[in-house]
């Protein structure tokens, strides 16, 4: 039973380029969430999405950023035009019931690098 | 305005020694608060939840107390080992089912 999975793992990008995060949650779980790790940092919330719908992106930049989460296939971030500032550990987490009231099962991180 | 304080200075501590760690918070009223386990350049593992009406609870040598009147979890680990050292995070479910993590507080075993 694979846990959960991002790639890539690791993700340079030149200011101004477009940086895509993908997730795919552990089997059974449909429920996905993404949060940003500055260094030296606490995780903070970013997106909670459920199959084919954003449930609370109230942590999410407005602009800039955005998440989906298709019938079919893994979970996207999307960074368009990074700054500098993105540059961060992104974690995506899954669980297999609503909320946060079970443990939530944290993938590996992508670590987006802005040069 | 809501908050979750860790200890941000990293807690140096003897083999086999009990650490305790504090993760205070104010302006929440959570249903239940729980302690993850990060270790450099991977995401954080679920250790133990514990609900408001639950004083402790226990897990191997972990231990968490949770005081709703002091606002207050303390995280205990009996008789630690090197092994345990790493970055622990406590969290409370916010309004809207997500979770806020505490900044986290770095554990550090000698042996």
């Known amino acids: ?36 790790q500055l260094p030296e940092e606490g995780l903070k919330f970013m997106v909670y999405l459920q199959k084919e719908n954003i449930i609370d992106e109230s942590g999410m ?16 971030l999307r960074i368009q035009q990074v700054v500098r500032g993105d540059s961060a550990a992104y974690f995506c987490a899954s669980s297999p019931e609503r909320g946060g009231q079970n443990e939530q099962f944290f993938g590996p991180g992508t670590r987006l690098t802005v040069l | 305005s809501q908050k979750i304080e860790q200890n941000s200075e990293a807690l140096n501590i003897q083999e086999g020694k009990t650490a305790t760690l504090t993760c205070n918070y104010t302006n929440y009223s959570p249903a239940y608060l729980q302690w993850y386990r ?74």
């Open chain 2, 38 to 111: 990060q270790d450099p350049g991977r995401g954080p593992v679920f250790l133990l939840l514990i609900r408001e009406n639950e004083k402790e609870k226990r897990k191997e040598r972990l231990k968490v107390t949770f005081d709703t009147t002091l606002k207050q979890s303390l995280f205990h680990i009996t008789a630690s080992q090197p092994a345990d050292s790493a970055t622990y995070l406590c969290a409370l479910k916010a309004a809207g089912n997500k979770l806020t993590f505490g900044g986290g507080t770095r554990v550090l075993v000698k042996p």
């Open chain 1, 61 to 76: 930049p407005k602009e800039r950023f955005s998440a989906e989460f298709p019938k079919e296939g893994p979970s996207i």
């Open chain 1, 1 to 36: 039973n694979a846990g959960v999975m991002q790639n890539p793992r690791h993700l340079v990008r030149r200011r101004g380029q477009e940086a895509r995060l993908r997730c795919s949650p552990m089997k059974g779980h449909s429920h996905v969430y993404w949060y940003r």
